[in-house]
């Protein structure tokens, strides 16, 4: 163990751990500090991630009522999977493991650093292994969680395997180029979906993401209903509980779908079927783009959100006020429809002198009688159910305001 020492490796405390974890000032490069560089990965951007995550699965075992058996199969440092040991509620058993020989051994480190000889287990071996050979009634897991760096893809099929009927799996992506229609073929590669670079982008790959995972889990017979979704900054991560059964599968395929989107109105045409048509503007009477194939249901669940958002605010140590607003913008959109505006966009796109504010803007949305919402996608977004010449019109409104 000679690379750890005090220098390269430090402590860190984040929530109610302590961990050695790399000094990433001491594998920057001219002041810039990339989490990748150092030797085993921390991500202290990650923190508000792995303080939702536990109140993901603090909720989601008040939901299913039995002690939880996790896998974190990809876990550097560890510092995920010992804050589930230690900060979840009624956890019987945590498997960590990583590939990374230096992560493994720092995973054992900090694994008797933080008294958790009992509950957590550690494996040395790829991540598909693991999970392959866990993927058999009786071993598996009421929660699977892949937080890899970069795409998910690579783990997915295994760790859907590994899953528990009616357990849980919790998913990142940090490709967000490809998902986002930056590199639109890299997406087509890795999710089998259309993408592209435009306002509400954010929405486009999450759902992107979420219509990867259901198809996947479809080919095993396994059905998956979303209880908690988001994006924020560099990350996606999508919380599902799945349910073994053919009728589930085909209930959740039957939320994919695309959307076609007209580049000069702007104007979203929502298509809930397996098979995309063309659909012409009937403004522009131009060809549309569609976009996916893409999750078109609820990317959560109402009663689920509240109760994350409950034990969000009962964890004093954790409660960040960004982190509420976040989490309550998630339930405030949660059933409006699968795209977003922005302010921006449409002052822009329709030549207004003056961008209105949000809020008098969803207010006037609801005074017309529509649906309308802040999104947490982005901060100058909004979600209705109005069309694209109803928003016009309330834009035009309120630009004598
Ligand atoms: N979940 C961690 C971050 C993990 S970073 C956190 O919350 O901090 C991704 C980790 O996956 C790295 O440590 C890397 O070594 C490991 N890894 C990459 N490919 C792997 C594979 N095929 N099997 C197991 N571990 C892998």
């Known amino acids: ?25 001491r594998f920057s490069d001219s002041g810039r500090i990339e989490p990748c560089w150092a030797p085993v990965f921390y991500n202290p951007a990650m923190k508000m991630d792995r303080d939702i995550s536990i109140c993901v699965l603090s909720a989601f075992q008040k939901l299913i009522g039995k002690r939880l058996k996790i896998c974190e199969a990809l876990s ?18 945590i498997f960590l493991n990583d590939v990374n020989s230096l992560a493994y051994n720092l995973i054992k480190i900090n694994v008797l650093k933080n008294g958790l000889s009992e509950k957590v287990t550690v494996f040395h071996t790829d991540a598909n292994v693991l999970l392959a050979y866990f993927a058999r009634r009786g071993r598996r897991f009421n929660v699977v969680d892949i ?19 009616k357990g849980l799996l919790c998913v990142t992506a940090t490709d967000l180029a490809p998902l986002m229609g930056v590199y639109k073929k890299a997406c087509l ?9 435009t306002e509400f982008s954010q929405e486009i790959g999450l759902r992107i993401l979420i219509g990867y995972i259901a198809r996947t889990a479809a080919k095993y017979g396994v059905g998956i209903t979303p ?29 994919i779908g695309y959307l076609a989107f007209c580049p000069k109105c702007g104007r979203i045409i929502v298509q809930k079927s397996m098979f995309f048509k063309k659909d012409i503007c009937e403004k522009c009477e131009k060809e549309m783009e569609i976009i996916g194939p893409l999750w078109l249901g609820k990317t959560g669940i109402r009663e689920f959100i509240k109760d994350v958002i409950n034990f969000y605010q009962t964890r004093k140590n954790i409660l960040e006020k960004k982190g509420l607003i976040l989490l309550s ?52 977004g909004f979600k209705t159910n109005a069309s694209i010449s109803d928003i016009v019109e309330i834009f035009k409104l309120l630009q004598n305001i």
Not at 147 to 165: T, Y
Not at 229 to 249: C, E, T
Request: hydrophobic share 35%.
């Open 189 to 197: 590669r890795k999710y089998g979906a259309y993408s592209i670079k």
């Open 1 to 25: 163990m000679r690379m750890i020492n005090d220098d390269l490796f430090i402590e860190i405390n984040e929530g109610n751990v302590v961990i050695l974890g790399p000094n990433l000032e």
């Open 227 to 255: 209880l908690f979704s988001y994006y924020r900054r560099h990350y996606m991560r999508v919380f599902a509980q799945v349910r073994i059964g053919k009728k589930l599968a085909d209930k959740s395929l039957s939320e």
């Open 76 to 93: 550097a440092t560890g510092v995920r999977g010992l804050r589930y040991a230690k900060e979840v509620g009624n956890v019987e058993k």
């Open 329 to 380: 913008r998630i339930l405030e959109e949660i059933e409006l429809p699968p795209y977003f505006y922005t302010t921006s966009y449409i002052t822009r796109k329709y030549n207004f002198k003056r961008e209105p504010s949000l809020s008098a803007l969803v207010n006037k949305l609801k005074m017309r009688g529509f649906k309308a919402s802040l999104t947490h996608f982005s901060s100058k």
């Open 147 to 165: 937080d890899p760096f970069g795409s998910p893809v690579p783990f997915l099929d295994n760790a859907i395997r590994a899953v528990e009927n």
